[in-house]
Protein backbone atom coordinates (compact mmCIF):
# COMPACT_ATOMS: atom_id res chain seq x y z
CA UNK A 1 0.00 0.00 0.00
CA UNK A 2 0.95 3.19 -0.40
CA UNK A 3 -0.08 6.92 1.31
CA UNK A 4 -0.30 10.22 -0.35
CA UNK A 5 -0.58 13.90 0.99
CA UNK A 6 -0.96 16.61 -0.86
CA UNK A 7 -0.07 20.30 -0.69
CA UNK A 8 0.86 23.04 -2.57
CA UNK A 9 -2.60 24.51 -3.42
CA UNK A 10 -4.08 27.48 -2.78
CA UNK A 11 -5.26 31.01 -4.88
CA UNK A 12 -3.65 32.62 -8.04
CA UNK A 13 -5.25 35.18 -10.35
CA UNK A 14 -5.52 33.94 -13.97
CA UNK A 15 -1.70 33.89 -15.43
CA UNK A 16 -0.22 32.57 -12.20
CA UNK A 17 1.25 29.50 -11.33
CA UNK A 18 1.46 27.16 -8.88
CA UNK A 19 3.09 23.91 -7.68
CA UNK A 20 1.51 21.13 -6.18
CA UNK A 21 3.01 18.32 -4.45
CA UNK A 22 1.98 14.84 -3.34
CA UNK A 23 4.44 13.09 -0.85
CA UNK A 24 4.55 9.01 -1.24
CA UNK A 25 5.07 6.72 1.52
CA UNK A 26 4.45 3.30 2.80
CA UNK A 27 5.40 1.55 -0.12
CA UNK A 28 8.16 1.61 -3.28
CA UNK A 29 5.95 4.30 -5.16
CA UNK A 30 8.31 3.90 -8.51
CA UNK A 31 6.11 0.69 -9.17
CA UNK A 32 3.03 2.52 -9.56
CA UNK A 33 1.05 4.26 -12.18
CA UNK A 34 0.70 8.16 -10.63
CA UNK A 35 -1.83 10.53 -11.23
CA UNK A 36 -3.32 13.51 -10.57
CA UNK A 37 -6.52 14.57 -10.71
CA UNK A 38 -8.71 17.39 -10.42
CA UNK A 39 -12.50 18.05 -9.35
CA UNK A 40 -15.02 21.10 -9.60
CA UNK A 41 -18.38 21.46 -8.42
CA UNK A 42 -20.78 19.60 -9.71
CA UNK A 43 -18.17 18.06 -12.22
CA UNK A 44 -16.63 14.59 -12.98
CA UNK A 45 -13.31 13.85 -11.29
CA UNK A 46 -10.68 13.85 -14.12
CA UNK A 47 -7.25 13.07 -14.70
CA UNK A 48 -5.07 15.75 -15.48
CA UNK A 49 -1.78 14.50 -15.74
CA UNK A 50 -0.11 10.96 -15.41
CA UNK A 51 3.33 9.52 -15.01
CA UNK A 52 4.24 6.46 -15.04
CA UNK A 53 7.46 6.87 -12.71
CA UNK A 54 9.67 3.52 -13.74
CA UNK A 55 9.53 4.46 -17.78
CA UNK A 56 9.24 7.85 -17.03
CA UNK A 57 6.09 8.08 -19.72
CA UNK A 58 3.46 10.81 -19.33
CA UNK A 59 -0.23 11.54 -20.30
CA UNK A 60 -1.91 15.09 -20.24
CA UNK A 61 -5.38 16.05 -20.74
CA UNK A 62 -5.79 18.40 -23.42
CA UNK A 63 -6.97 21.26 -21.43
CA UNK A 64 -3.83 21.29 -19.63
CA UNK A 65 -1.45 20.22 -22.55
CA UNK A 66 1.57 23.05 -22.76
CA UNK A 67 0.60 24.53 -18.91
CA UNK A 68 0.87 21.61 -16.70
CA UNK A 69 4.09 19.34 -16.14
CA UNK A 70 3.72 16.35 -13.90
CA UNK A 71 7.48 15.13 -12.38
CA UNK A 72 8.85 13.29 -9.59
CA UNK A 73 11.64 13.43 -7.23
CA UNK A 74 12.61 9.86 -6.38
CA UNK A 75 14.48 10.80 -3.68
CA UNK A 76 12.03 12.16 -1.78
CA UNK A 77 9.31 10.07 -3.28
CA UNK A 78 7.50 12.66 -4.10
CA UNK A 79 5.19 13.48 -7.39
CA UNK A 80 4.98 17.18 -8.32
CA UNK A 81 2.52 18.93 -10.95
CA UNK A 82 3.84 22.39 -12.13
CA UNK A 83 1.00 24.38 -13.06
CA UNK A 84 1.28 27.53 -14.98
CA UNK A 85 -0.58 30.38 -17.25
CA UNK A 86 -3.57 29.31 -14.81
CA UNK A 87 -7.12 29.64 -15.92
CA UNK A 88 -9.85 30.27 -14.01
CA UNK A 89 -11.51 27.16 -15.57
CA UNK A 90 -8.11 24.98 -13.48
CA UNK A 91 -10.48 25.97 -10.15
CA UNK A 92 -10.93 22.30 -8.69
CA UNK A 93 -9.83 20.54 -5.97
CA UNK A 94 -6.80 18.30 -6.88
CA UNK A 95 -6.08 14.83 -6.31
CA UNK A 96 -3.01 12.36 -6.02
CA UNK A 97 -3.57 8.76 -7.07
CA UNK A 98 -1.92 5.81 -7.71
CA UNK A 99 -2.34 2.24 -8.66
CA UNK A 100 -0.34 -0.83 -10.14
CA UNK A 101 -2.14 -1.11 -12.75
CA UNK A 102 -0.51 -0.14 -16.43
CA UNK A 103 -2.07 -0.37 -19.78
CA UNK A 104 -1.19 -2.13 -22.53
CA UNK A 105 0.70 0.83 -24.21
CA UNK A 106 3.23 1.32 -21.34
CA UNK A 107 1.08 4.12 -19.91
CA UNK A 108 -0.82 4.96 -17.15
CA UNK A 109 -4.93 4.89 -17.06
CA UNK A 110 -6.74 8.11 -16.90
CA UNK A 111 -9.78 6.47 -15.71
CA UNK A 112 -10.52 6.99 -12.16
CA UNK A 113 -11.71 3.61 -11.27
CA UNK A 114 -8.44 2.04 -11.50
CA UNK A 115 -7.07 4.17 -9.29
CA UNK A 116 -6.68 2.21 -5.61
CA UNK A 117 -5.10 4.94 -3.71
CA UNK A 118 -6.19 8.87 -3.14
CA UNK A 119 -4.59 11.67 -1.29
CA UNK A 120 -6.95 14.00 0.84
CA UNK A 121 -6.62 17.07 -2.01
CA UNK A 122 -5.54 20.15 -2.47
CA UNK A 123 -7.99 22.97 -3.70
CA UNK A 124 -6.81 25.56 -6.35
CA UNK A 125 -8.62 28.80 -6.83
CA UNK A 126 -7.79 30.96 -10.20
CA UNK A 127 -9.70 34.27 -10.13
CA UNK A 128 -10.06 36.06 -13.57
Known amino acids: QVQLVESGGGSVQAGGSLRLSCAASGDTYSKYCMAWFRQAPGKEREAVAT????????TYADSVKGRFTISQDNAKNTLYLQMNSLKPEDTAMYYC?????????????????????WGQGTQVTVSS
Open 97 to 117: AATLTLTASGYCSKVRQLYNY
Open 51 to 58: LYIHYGST
